[in-house]
């Protein structure tokens, strides 16, 4: 794991792009196309609004959304659909976009999306880790399991809880109970992972990244094992760690 510590969520956004935008790059030049996965949520917020000003052929670029809520229509301002479309999807002509739909039948949505995107590897994923540690919706204790490339998850009360705090809903009963999630042994498939975390609130998770051995109880850990992966932090997020530990991955 190679760990970049920038100052501010901002310059770290940036930094981030470049790099998805390098790693994209090259997969057009090599095989003349590219498939990226997008993660949501307020941590993403400045690498995206970098990434759609790279220099990238997005036309050759297929992009997987990594999850929704299930029976949350995309009008609600939590829909990761209406956000991946509102910061993302709008602003650059991708060859195509395959979202996470959580309404109607959403089983069948499972399972068309997990037969897309087993159909070749995926070259990047921009995968964020929650307050509880989670990457996607894949909460503790995570699925190590499952081969499954997308499933249905039940979402726990601090992951809830950050929903709350990020103000996507009014109330910790008000967010959904379950969510279809790439799996983690499909984020685990992505050829390199680039995962963005800044802000206070990430502090302990981090941490526990780094301090725990890999544990489903921690499911970001699981991350640490990836052979291509580059964390991105800023002065906050990385304001719990070890230096010794950290020193390791630098």
Same mark, same amino acid.
Request: proline share 4%.
């Given at each position: ?6 100052? $501010? ?30 993660? $949501? ?68 949505? +499972? ?52 929903? +709350? ?18 799996? +983690? ?29 890999? $544990? ?8 640490? $094992? ?25």
């Amino acid at each position: 794991m190679n760990v970049k510590i920038v100052e $501010t969520p901002e310059k770290l956004g940036k930094e981030a792009a470049v790099l998805a935008a390098k790693v994209l790059n090259r997969a057009i030049q090599s095989k003349g196309r590219a498939r990226l996965v997008l993660s $949501t949520g307020a941590s993403q917020f400045e690498t995206i609004n970098h990434l759609i000003r790279m220099e990238v052929d997005w036309s050759k670029v297929e992009m997987f959304h990594l999850d929704e809520y299930v029976n949350l229509p995309e009008s609600h301002k939590a829909s990761f659909r209406k956000y991946l479309k509102e910061r993302f999807v709008d602003f650059v002509s991708l060859k195509k976009a395959h979202f996470v739909d959580g309404e109607g039948d959403y089983q069948k949505t +499972v399972k068309e999306l997990s037969k897309e995107i087993s159909k070749e590897p995926i070259d990047l994923g921009l995968i964020g880790i929650g307050e509880n540690a989670h990457i996607a919706f894949n909460d503790p204790p995570a699925d190590f399991d499952t081969k499954e490339p997308y499933i249905i998850v039940n979402l726990d009360d601090g992951c809830k809880a950050q929903q +709350v705090r990020e103000g996507w809903f009014e109330s910790v009963e008000k967010v959904p109970n379950q969510a279809i999630s790439m799996s +983690v042994h499909q984020i685990m498939s992505c050829k390199a992972i680039i995962s963005c975390v800044p802000h206070k609130v990430k502090a302990q998770a981090i941490k526990d990244v780094f301090e725990k051995e890999v $544990t489903n109880m921690i499911p970001a850990t699981i991350l640490k $094992t990836h052979p291509d992966i580059t964390l991105f932090l800023d002065e906050q997020s990385s304001s719990e760690l070890n230096k010794k530990c950290l020193k390791q991955y630098q």
